[in-house]
């Protein structure tokens, strides 16, 4: 019910109203994913999504994946 009003906002499409579900209503088990967790999933999970098996914590573990794609593209760059 909560995704389907925040849907209803104008300009309001699923990632956001994943991240405000996750950030701002502590839904831990909800993944939003962009294009840095597609890339994730893409390379590491061979396009096969991971949140299933974190079941009630997929949020976290996106947390994680995105931290760990943005280190990783920094330390390529030798920007970190």
């Known amino acids: 019910a909560l995704l389907q ?7 309001v499409g699923v990632k956001v109203a994943s991240c405000v579900m ?4 502590h839904r831990l ?22 949140f299933p098996r974190y079941q009630g914590f997929a949020g976290v573990m996106q947390q994680y994946m995105f931290y760990d794609q943005i280190c990783n593209k920094r330390l390529r760059k030798g920007i970190a």
Not at 5 to 11: C, D, E, K, V, Y
Not at 31 to 38: E, G, K, L, N, Y
């Open 5 to 11: 009003r925040l849907l209803a906002l104008h300009g």
């Open 22 to 25: 996750l950030f701002g209503y």
């Open 29 to 50: 088990d909800l993944a939003p994913v962009d294009v840095w967790i597609s890339r994730v999933i893409d390379f590491e999970y061979g396009g096969v999504s991971p």
